[in-house]
């Protein structure tokens, strides 16, 4: 019977779609950052004076226009602060949805997600360049390397100071360079910089959900402070030993289910 419910509920809501994109009615996100969908997105272009985008996989240019708002910002922002055109990686799909199982990526569904390399597109990458990109780590599990540079301190800094960014995620060993060599003054910034695996070779910028979005499901708000000392130092400790006896179990995750929703619109406009 469940079965049978999903497959009516698909169809039906594959003819309220079809309906409301033949309207091409503004812009909705439905479901969570690693499950969800959205309309109305906008593509960005792909070469620009003031960026590149690099190529990771077709098709991954598309993102929610509070995200193209957030790049140009984030673009101006970054030349009045003197630094070299920027690369960008990757946003979403057209109508978002999971990248598939061969994909690194654990989120990017809804538009509201981007990968900033930590680098500069000067002097400019070649078409072969951006097509076959390559990333170079910053840091290396002991801490900064050469390519940790003054300006992409200020790039982090320039990402993170906007109300709409949610969290961007780095390698810890970032986040702990920037805590004890570039916090400033103002040290709010620093909050919404989020320790997390990888991330050595770019950060991970993620926006709020737009208010205008009832159906996007928001993450748990970021903790208070500026997530630097303990919080951060944390990541480093050896892995706590089990009590003798006892094996540690891998605790297994559930896997994400997409909205109804999202199933009928992206059957509806299958890649």
Same mark, same amino acid.
């Given at each position: 019977m469940r079965v049978l419910y999903r497959a009516v509920l698909t169809l039906a809501l594959l003819s309220l779609f079809r309906a409301a994109f033949s309207a091409e009615s503004g812009s909705q996100i439905y479901g969570t950052y690693q499950a969800g969908c959205l309309t109305g997105s906008v593509e960005l272009p792909l070469d620009s004076p003031d960026y590149q985008v690099q190529i990771w996989g077709e098709g991954r240019n598309f993102a929610h226009p509070s995200m193209l708002s957030y790049?140009?910002?984030?673009?101006?922002?970054?030349?009045?602060?003197?630094?070299?055109?920027?690369?960008i990686g990757d946003l979403?799909?057209?109508?978002?949805?999971?990248?598939g199982p061969k994909s690194s990526h654990a989120s990017h569904s809804i538009g509201?997600? +981007?990968?900033?390399?930590?680098?500069?597109?000067?002097?400019?990458?070649?078409?072969?360049?951006?097509?076959?990109?390559?990333?170079?780590?910053? +840091?290396?599990?002991?801490?900064?390397?050469?390519?940790?540079?003054?300006?992409?301190?200020?790039y982090i800094r320039l990402a993170a100071d906007d109300p709409r960014v949610e969290r961007i995620f780095v390698n810890p060993r970032i986040k702990?360079?920037?805590?004890?060599?570039?916090?400033?003054?103002?040290?709010?910034?620093?909050?919404v910089v989020r320790p997390w695996f990888a991330h050595r070779a770019h950060m991970h910028v993620r926006l709020a959900c737009p208010p205008d979005s009832p159906y996007c499901v928001p993450q748990s708000p970021v903790p208070q402070g500026?997530?630097?000392?303990?919080? +951060?130092?944390?990541?480093?400790?050896?892995?706590?030993?089990?009590?003798?006896?006892?094996?540690? +179990?891998?605790?297994?995750?559930?896997?994400?289910?997409?909205?109804?929703?999202?199933?009928?619109?992206?059957?509806?406009n299958s890649r």
């Open positions: 790049l140009k910002g984030l673009i101006e922002r970054s030349k009045e602060a003197g630094l070299p055109p920027l690369l979403s799909f057209r109508y978002g949805g999971p990248y509201l997600d +981007v990968d900033l390399p930590l680098e500069f597109a000067s002097p400019r990458l070649t078409a072969r360049e951006l097509r076959h990109p390559q990333s170079h780590n910053i +840091v290396t599990s002991k801490g900064p390397n050469a390519r940790f540079t003054g300006e992409i301190a200020t702990e360079h920037l805590c004890k060599l570039y916090a400033g003054q103002d040290r709010s910034w620093l909050r500026d997530g630097c000392g303990y919080e +951060v130092a944390s990541w480093f400790l050896p892995p706590a030993k089990p009590a003798p006896g006892k094996k540690p +179990v891998a605790a297994k995750k559930a896997k994400p289910m997409l909205p109804a929703q999202c199933e009928a619109l992206l059957k509806l």
